[in-house]
T-cell receptor, first 113, second 112 residues
Framework: DVKVTQSSRYLVKRTGEKVFLECVQD?????MFWYRQDPGLGLRLIYF???????EKGDIPEGYSVSREKKERFSLILESASTNQTSMYLC????????????FGPGTRLTVT | AQSVTQLDSQVPVFEEAPVELRCNYS??????LFWYVQYPNQGLQLLLK??????LVKGINGFEAEFNKSQTSFHLRKPSVHISDTAEYFC??????????FGTGTSLTVIP
């Protein structure tokens, strides 16, 4: 059974903290994605990666960075968390042979106070 | 750039009644279309996808969608809904497999 896991389901951080959100997939997928989900806005792509050490900006990369040192792990980093980054963060992965089949993790609900 | 419009933010429907969730997209190139479902406190799960071929696509849980190129629509339908279908539904479009563009979601509530 395919699996995408995210390190935390709920996270509360203070303004200015550095925040790491981790995502791990066990399907040997090449592509990995980070989205944020906000009510009324749907899902918006922050960053994606199509290979180890490769990354591409999505639609809303400002205030975020990513790291992909190993194929199975894709980290989202908030360098200095702000209250407008309070959101649900979803990680997804897909394989090069079936790029249109994205598998999603359960999400991390981040609250920045 | 692609964009996706889901015309209804909330759809209440009685159990065993039919339902249609509407989705329109804008694109100047060939696209691939998807419907995802999100149950409470869970990630998204792929319901169905259109890549090519027949414009009527069948998915899991009895859902189907029809790709209409002239109307740039990809509406989701189910002839008889169940309580367990209560969830958030997202339409998405991609042209490359690298970037997906999602609609704002439709919250389907099935009333017993």
């Amino acid at each position: 059974d395919v699996k995408v896991t995210q390190s935390s389901r709920y996270l509360v951080k203070r303004t200015g903290e550095k925040v790491f959100l981790e995502c791990v997939q066990d399907m040997d997928h090449e592509n990995m994605f980070w989205y944020r989900q906000d009510p009324g806005l749907g899902l918006r792509l922050i960053y994606f990666s199509y290979d180890v050490k490769m990354k591409e900006k999505g639609d809303i990369p400002e205030g975020y960075s990513v790291s992909r040192e190993k194929k199975e792990r894709f980290s989202l980093i908030l360098e200095s968390a702000s209250t407008n980054q309070t959101s649900m963060y979803l990680c997804a992965s897909s394989g090069r042979t079936s790029p249109y089949e994205q598998y999603f993790g359960p999400g991390t609900r981040l609250t920045v106070t | 750039a692609q964009s996706v419009t889901q015309l209804d933010s909330q759809v209440p429907v009685f159990e065993e009644a039919p339902v249609e969730l509407r989705c329109n997209y804008s694109s100047s190139v060939s696209v691939y279309l998807f419907w995802y479902v999100q149950y409470p406190n869970q990630g998204l799960q792929l319901l169905l996808k259109y890549l090519s071929g027949s414009t009527l696509v069948k998915g899991i849980n009895g859902f189907e969608a029809e790709f209409n190129k002239s109307q740039t629509s990809f509406h989701l339908r189910k002839p008889s809904v169940h309580i367990s279908d209560t969830a958030e539904y997202f339409c998405a479009v991609s042209d490359s497999g690298n970037q997906f563009y999602f609609g704002t979601g439709t919250s389907l509530t099935v009333i017993p």
